[in-house]
């Protein structure tokens, strides 16, 4: 069990452990992490066709943006975790 699963298994009562946080969760690392190799090799290779002298580094721009967007998303919704308590 990885970290994450670990804190949202904290985060959320059994009740509703399931439906807020398995979609959200499966689709997250799914879809974003998945094709996390696809779409760096294809940027890669589109940078070494295009003559860019360092194109290895183009596959990182994948992951910046996605952690970039992950970290707005979350420093926006994050809010006072007192209030998420669960007695």
């Given at each position: 069990?990885?970290?994450?699963?670990?804190?949202?298994?904290?985060?959320?009562?059994?009740?509703i452990r399931y439906t807020s946080m398995s979609l959200p969760y499966h689709i997250g690392n799914?879809?974003?992490?998945?094709?996390?190799?696809?779409?760096?090799?294809?940027?890669?290779?589109?940078?070494?066709e295009a003559g860019d002298v360092e194109f290895y580094l183009e596959g990182l721009w994948y992951p910046i943006i996605i952690a970039s967007v992950s970290l707005v998303?979350?420093?926006i919704y994050i809010d006072n975790t007192n209030k998420n308590k669960h007695i």
């Open positions: 069990m990885n970290s994450i699963a670990a804190f949202l298994v904290e985060m959320f009562p059994a009740r799914g879809i974003f992490g998945g094709l996390l190799p696809a779409i760096s090799t294809y940027l890669v290779i589109n940078g070494q998303i979350g420093m």
